[in-house]
């Protein structure tokens, strides 16, 4: 795999940015073969180094061919803050825009998938909800659920990113909004992929996936619960199985629209 | 203009390997002209970046600009060592292009300069691999031929005999003239060549060896073009100068 660390100049987010890139390697064997882009997203706190360092990213991206590209959302939600730089405009529109015109993606969804953990897991959603036509794949990994109000109580930081709890349910930077739109256009409602910790069973949880499902639906979604050996390995296992399915799912040409609507494994 | 630095793995060398690059990816063009910068003797592929502004340089131009590292190996495919030479006109493009379908492929795409040991190496590269660059920028370049060698067991020459081998290499692919010789019989498109030297370079000798090489070639097959800096020696402010000098003969 080549690893690129990439820095450039955000015009969305009006400051120089520093990116990962992780690509395979081109040679002989792997000529031909389909290429496929991933966008991962880090948790709360953390930046474009996380998954590199909480997971094995660049052996499942060379296994199943993938180029990652990480990018930091600075606590962001990687959506247009209110009080704040734009990093939903950034990660949803100039950053695939800079994977085209640099790696000569093509514009296909099929061939772009976004994938988070916790704030990761809400930015990869919300991204991919506002622009199906860009992402075809959405690896959601236990994603920040904020309708709860504990949360605000104790993140002030939110507020800077979305405004009150009132003003967030009814803008377009709430899953609901998104989802609301989305059902307008259904035919180009992206496959995702939603992982649960099988300890973490909360109504919340499950609320926010059958909210999912049900706008979603005829389109396959998969919930999985995840049971990593140690905690830590989470993130990891999520991802694994995430590219795994992705790669399986698209190389066996499956009919994604008639594939049922939810499956639990 | 984005800055990226790579670290990949070559099959040539059998190791991973460090570049950094400038690409200007908000340049409405389908197609990058690429320019190849080749460090100099204690230098990296950081050595152009921290000298010199050739980011800036490469932005106002609308330039791809790819630097590697290539250890102390002068750009060479080692006589007792590794094939650097082929790592850099033959695998990274290919590599490269691959990554990033805008670079240009074409010969008068890609034109290679160098600064000292970098200068040398390019002149090796641009000889050695017409097919794959188009012109040469040659600044304060000496032929490696004309360096005083003696084999006594120095560091120095352990260092030389690893790259060159011992004894004279005068009549071998190492010495610029005999290259410059040799590819004259081939039937093949020929590089330009831009030559720049600062008046008070410490071997200001051994380019005028090199200038009087190729301007006593008859009918200027290379359209070779010599510059010499009144005002500079072997410093930063002279690559930079020439590079830029290099660009504007070239017509970039």
């Known amino acids: 795999m080549i690893w690129m660390h990439v820095q450039m100049d955000s015009t969305a987010l009006n400051m120089p940015v520093t990116l990962e890139i992780l690509a395979p390697q081109p040679h002989g064997d792997n000529e031909g073969q389909k290429r496929r882009i991933l966008f991962l997203l880090h948790d709360y706190g953390e ?3 996380w998954w590199m360092r909480s997971s094995m990213v660049e052996q499942y991206a060379s296994r199943n061919s993938f180029t990652v590209v990480l990018m930091s ?10 009080q704040g730089r734009r990093y939903g405009d950034f990660v949803g529109q100039e950053l695939p825009l800079y994977c085209r015109e640099v790696l000569g993606f093509p514009q296909s969804p099929d061939c772009w998938c976004i ?4 704030m990761g897991g809400y930015g990869a959603l919300i991204t991919a909800l506002r622009h199906p036509d860009i992402f075809g794949w959405i690896g959601c990994f236990s994603p920040t659920d904020l309708t709860e109000e504990f949360l605000w109580m104790r993140n002030r930081q939110l507020e800077l990113v979305f405004g009150s709890l009132e003003e967030y349910t009814v803008s377009q930077n709430s899953l609901l909004w998104a989802l609301k739109r989305l059902q307008t256009i259904q035919d180009e ?3 995702l992929f939603y992982c649960i910790k099988e300890r973490d069973c909360r109504e919340q949880q499950r609320g926010l996936f059958e909210s999912l499902n049900d706008v979603l639906y005829p389109h396959s979604v998969r919930i999985r619960h995840v049971v990593p050996k140690e905690e830590w390995r989470y993130p990891d296992t999520c991802l ?7 790669s399986e799912s698209s190389d066996s040409n499956n009919v994604k629209r008639e594939a049922p609507a939810k499956k639990e494994v | 203009m984005s800055q990226m630095e790579l670290n990949l793995m070559s099959r040539v060398l059998g190791m991973r390997m460090d570049i950094n690059l400038i690409l200007p990816e908000r340049e409405k063009t389908d197609c990058w002209r690429v320019l190849w910068l080749m460090h100099g003797g204690h230098g990296d592929h950081h050595n152009w970046l921290r000298k010199t502004r050739i980011r800036q340089i490469a932005e106002e131009r609308g330039l791809a600009v790819v630097m590697p590292g290539v250890h102390a190996s002068c750009f060479v495919n080692m006589k007792n060592g590794l094939r650097y030479g082929d790592y850099v006109a033959l695998e990274l493009p290919a590599v490269l292009r691959s990554l990033f379908p805008k670079m240009g492929r074409e010969r008068i795409q890609n034109y290679i300069a160098g600064f000292s040991n970098g200068g040398y190496g390019s002149l090796y590269l641009g000889l050695s691999y017409p097919q794959v660059f188009g012109a040469i920028g040659a600044m304060a370049a000496g032929d490696q031929a004309d360096n005083l060698y003696e084999a006594d067991g120095s560091e120095q020459a352990e260092n030389r005999e690893l790259m060159f081998g011992k004894g004279d290499i005068s009549q071998t692919p190492y010495s610029i003239k005999y290259l410059g010789g040799e590819l004259l019989k081939q039937n093949v498109p020929l590089p330009y060549i831009f030559h720049a030297c600062g008046r008070f370079d410490p071997w200001l000798d051994k380019n005028l060896l090199v200038r009087n090489f190729f301007e006593k070639l008859e009918g200027n097959p290379y359209h070779y073009y010599f510059r010499m800096y009144s005002e500079h020696a072997h410093t930063a402010s002279c690559r930079m100068e020439a590079v830029q000098d290099f660009l504007e003969h070239i017509g970039w």
């Open chain 1, 240 to 246: 694994e199985q995430f590219m795994n399915y992705v």
């Open chain 1, 47 to 49: 930046d474009h180094t």
């Open chain 1, 115 to 118: 994938a988070g953990c916790g």
């Open chain 1, 189 to 191: 409602a992206p496959e």
């Open chain 1, 73 to 82: 959302g600075d606590n962001s939600f990687f959506v247009n803050m209110k």
